[in-house]
């Protein structure tokens, strides 16, 4: 095996993303233009042109991505570009069923004729009120009601006349004492009998006048039926008469209405409201006085309010969605789709008699009635957390439908007995959600994936190029025209995009979230202010950013004040055997931080093979574990391949009490167990991070920035000697986008950054001396394998004959295989990303 070649030391400029202000192209934001532009998503640029070009059922659209994209405003801005050129959609209104009251009827009408319809109904009851009264007292309604009146009496007297004349004729008088009661006066030479003159009556003349008398009775009773016959169509012929009448008053004015609509819908149910109408008359008999007729006219046009229109409710419009003030389609945001938000509700009220009563005047719509034949843009996450919200919907898109229903789940029972005519739908959806709930529900649901065939993923990252100067500064000044930031000279811009690179981590791209940037913009702006400056400038940024790092960096400054102190035991000065400096990262959630952790290890004779002390302790990870496999697999290729291992060796993160997770340290761990087997010293003045293969490749990690500057302010607290730095993997140096301060201090030469490819070049740096072959056995890769030769030689004698394992065999790790624990849930991330 040849030797590797020595890394070489990294220099400032190759550190971080290369920046001139002089190449922006601008002094200060406000000589650009604000940002009108969605930068860095081609695919969901492309997934939308998809979703909305198909119009069928299915193609709604999913933007995947973090918060902070820019996913709400690209949705924004796309659909109202496209909903532009489309026309408005049509009005939905709900009226009365007077067949079956508790379906109503729901009637679609071109934009603007709603709001029409319904002024127009209001107007009708407002003439009606004052038209109709005036009708029933016209001179031909007089006559014709006295023709019927003298009808009756004819008949009255036609019938009265022959009771009149048997009276006479049995020696009565009649007195009619009300309307249906008649007395009956017996006669003496032609005077009624006194009750003196009674006394003196005969039994047969008593006898004779109580038998007459019955047959009046009989009669009267007779007559008095035939009265009633004679009465009832009298008041079906009055009745006949006020509704020939109120139709000559009603019927222009609902012909009228359905001209002017000129829908079947309306016009067949105009046709049953004339019916209603006339059929319930004695409404409108009394004649509105000018005060109420002034009401009814004031709120011609709006929502029904008034104790006027409340009583005539039936014959009102009830204008669900009114697309009459637009130009086009509708784009609805929906932020709280809860159910009664989203499709709409029947509101109850107490009547006058304290019962719980609604009808159809008092349904709502929600916001996917209302972007009905447009656009409608949701939360994912809000969706599936709000009760029944998301059974509903899958409801609706898959029959193309909405009904619009009571939902109280708390409520012991329900009052409404409503079922309002379903509305068909034609409303493109567009939910907002992040990658992880779009892969479970395309997993889990069934329906899903045929509901939102089309997935627009929002990348968290945008290249950095050109105009990444220019874009930023045109963000800036899209926030001074919108929320009166400050503007930002060249200098700080170029710290805007140095930011934006930090949290993307690669200097060769720029986050995506841009919600973060528009923080630090917001921040320096009040740094700015603080010094009465009217132009923020790059020191503000620093300012902003320095700021941030110190309200969060509490548990971090803690943790360097143990090692400062000794609690933590963090050696910077001599090499040492079997010991060196790991780098550990802590993730809070808003801040994350790394620091140098201690790695050991011990070799003896023996056959334990070798033992991950994390493992044992219930600490590490599946990933750390299998980085401590991957040791094994390094030694044995290296090694093992014409001698069997006889190896006891174990590895520590020293002082390690919580979760540990990641392979970043096995690089640090490889190191240091070769220090301990060769018996060669470690730099402590080096903190080293990596992955490592079973080739002995060493590979990218995570949270490069933070673990360097985390070394970086332990020797800085120590005192910066000029030899300190960290060994990093070569593939982790397009990711580093360091600190001002660190970033002086690598171009100052007080601190350094070693990249390395292979573990070859991390023993020459770590060790001082060439790692070398196998064969040479003054190198260090020989000096490795004659002490593990010498070890296998001696166990040999200490157990005789008993074989050891072979060159091909696996010598044994103490690790349980499989994993007899459940997952630790909720392990925290104090070791690793």
Known sequence: MSSAPLSHELFADEIGPSLDPATFGFRTTDELTPLDEIIGQPRAERAFEVSLGVRRPGYHIYLAGAGGTGKAEMARKTLEERARSEPPPSDWLDVNNFDETEQPIAISLPAGRGVQLRRDMLNLITRLMDELPKAFQREDFGREKERLRQQFKKQNEELTGPLNALATERGFAIQQVGESEFLFVPLKDGKPITHDAAQELSADEITRIERSQQELMEATEKILHK?????????????????????????????????????????????????????NLDRFRRRAGKLQLQQIEELVGEPMQSDVQERFFEYQVNLLVDNSEFTHAPVVFEPVPNHRHLFGTIDRMVDRFGRVVTNFSRIKAGSLLRANGGYLVVEIEDLLTEPFVWKELKRALKSGATEIEVFDPFALFTVSSLKPEPIPLDVKLVVLGPPLLYHLLSLYDDDFREMFKVKADFDNQIPLDHRSGQIYGQLVRKLSQNEKVPPFDAPAVAELVRASARIAGDRRKLTAEFRRIVDVIHEAAYWASRDSATIVESKHVRRALEEQIFRSDLVAESIRNLIAEGTLLIDLGEPAIGRINGLAVADLGDYSFGWPSRVTASVGIGTAGLINIERESRLSGRTFDKGILILEGYLRNQYAREFPLALSASLAMEQSYGGIEGDSASLAELLCLLSAIANIPLRQDVAVTGSVNQCGQVQAIGAVNEKVEGFFDICQDAGLTGHQGVCLPAANTKHLVLRQDVLDAVRDGRFHLWPVATIDQAIGLLMGTDPGEIEREETVHGRVARRLREMTEKLKEVRGNVPLPTATTAFPIAIPSPDPRPPLPGRPKSQEK
């Open 227 to 279: 009265q009633q016959d004679i009465e009832r169509e009298l008041t079906a012929d009055v009745q006949q008469v006020e509704r020939a009448f109120a139709a000559r008053v009603i019927e222009p004015m609902l012909t009228e209405i359905a001209e002017r609509t000129s829908n079947e819908k309306v016009s067949r149910w105009l046709d049953r409201l004339k019916g209603y109408f006339l059929r």
